[in-house]
C-alpha cells in the first residue's frame, strides 16, 4: 500500500488518523509541525501527505507552499486535513497548492475515500 505522512498537532486527531491509515494497509509516518513534516517529506517521500491547517509556528498552508516550490516534493499530493469549514475556506487552501481537503472532526468513510481516490489519481512516486 502507500506511505503517508500525517503532520498534526493534536494527539486524538493523530491517533485516529494514523490508526484507520494502518487499517487500511499503509505505512504512516507522522510529525507534529510543519518544520518536522517538511523535513519527513523530503527523507521519507511518502506517496501523501495529510496536513493540518492550524499547527503552531509555521501553519499548514505555508508548508504546503514549500513542499510545492521544492524539486524533491513538488509532485507528492498534500490533503489539507483542518477545522476550517466556512465558505471560501477549501478554496482558499487549494490555492495555496493542496490538492485535496479533508474537514475535522473526521469521518471515516469519507476520510478513507478521498485518501484512496487521491492515491489512484496520483500513483505512488
Given at each position: 500500500m502507500a506511505k503517508v505522512l500525517i503532520v498534526e498537532d493534536n494527539p486524538?486527531?493523530?491517533?485516529?488518523?494514523?490508526?484507520?491509515?494502518?487499517?487500511?494497509g499503509h505505512?504512516?509516518?507522522s510529525a507534529t509541525d510543519a518544520e518536522a513534516g517538511l523535513t519527513m517529506a523530503r527523507g521519507e517521500q511518502p506517496d501523501l501527505i495529510l496536513m493540518d491547517?492550524?499547527?503552531?509556528g509555521m501553519d499548514g498552508l505555508e508548508a504546503t507552499a514549500l513542499l510545492k516550490r521544492d524539486d524533491a516534493t513538488r509532485d507528492i499530493?498534500?490533503?489539507?486535513?483542518?477545522?476550517?469549514a466556512m465558505k471560501g475556506d477549501e478554496e482558499r487552501?487549494?490555492?495555496a497548492g493542496c490538492d485535496g481537503y479533508i474537514a475535522k472532526p473526521l469521518a471515516y468513510r469519507d476520510f478513507l475515500?478521498?485518501?484512496s481516490a487521491q492515491?489512484?489519481?496520483?500513483?505512488?512516486l
Open positions: 486524538a486527531n493523530m491517533k485516529l488518523a494514523t490508526f484507520l491509515l494502518q487499517s487500511a505505512t504512516v509516518f491547517i492550524q499547527l503552531p499530493p498534500v490533503i489539507a486535513l483542518t477545522a476550517l487552501i487549494r490555492a475515500a478521498i485518501i492515491l489512484v489519481a496520483a500513483p505512488p
